[in-house]
């Protein structure tokens, strides 16, 4: 009697495990699309910030090619301030974890 308690214990044990487990996963996988959504807002804030200055102050001249450039600069800044604050977010994650 008290063997089949412990295992019916001990199974609820491991589906409660199991949930856990899944919503760890779910959590993760939500924490990476908000990241991904971040990403795009800024390079949509970006390009809006490089249009709006070159916009400002002239009427009818626009260099197409030179804002193209000017926003695909920005977005290189934005990349490499991305990549460094991922590592600097990983760094952090190894560190609590040792």
Known sequence: QNEKELQDVVKQ???KM???I???GEV???RAEVSQLKRS???AETEAKVLWEEMRGKEHQVDTAYIQERVMLR???DKLRLLLLDKEDENLR???KY
């Open 13 to 15: 044990q491991e589906e």
């Open 18 to 20: 199991l949930q856990l």
């Open 22 to 24: 899944d919503k760890s």
């Open 28 to 30: 993760t996988r939500l």
């Open 41 to 43: 807002l800024q390079h």
């Open 75 to 77: 977005r290189e800044v």
């Open 94 to 96: 190894l560190t609590d």
